[in-house]
């Protein structure tokens, strides 16, 4: 497994778990282990997006801030790049 393939997992692993807590916690809005873990998944998202986007650069466009457009220069999807 590619480092890009394995941090773009954790990404994708760490949002879905934020997705998951949020609907939860639109019934239970109370439940502070839910909110306890909403937090935790909100920060290895974060976590694993910087790490993509500092190996890999920008996956959306707030991600540019001081990234010179690196994507234009990158393989697109069709070409390889992923």
Same mark, same amino acid.
């Given at each position: 497994?590619?480092?890009?393939?394995?941090?773009?997992? /954790?990404?994708? +692993?760490?949002? !879905?778990?934020?997705?998951?807590? /949020?609907?939860?916690?639109?019934?239970?809005?109370?439940?502070?282990?839910?909110?306890?873990?909403?937090?935790?998944?909100?920060?290895?998202?974060?976590?694993?997006? %910087?790490?993509? %986007?500092?190996? !890999?650069?920008?996956?959306?466009?707030? &991600?540019?801030? &001081?990234?010179?457009?690196?994507?234009?220069? +990158?393989?697109?999807?069709? +070409? &390889? &790049?992923?």
């Amino acid at each position: 497994m590619n480092r890009n393939y394995a941090l773009m997992r /954790q990404l994708n +692993e760490a949002s !879905f778990a934020m997705d998951d807590a /949020q609907l939860f916690l639109d019934t239970h809005p109370n439940d502070a282990a839910a909110m306890q873990y909403f937090c935790n998944a909100a920060t290895m998202r974060k976590n694993a997006m %910087e790490a993509y %986007e500092r190996q !890999f650069g920008p996956l959306m466009v707030d &991600g540019m801030a &001081g990234n010179s457009q690196s994507w234009v220069t +990158e393989k697109w999807p069709w +070409e &390889g &790049g992923c």
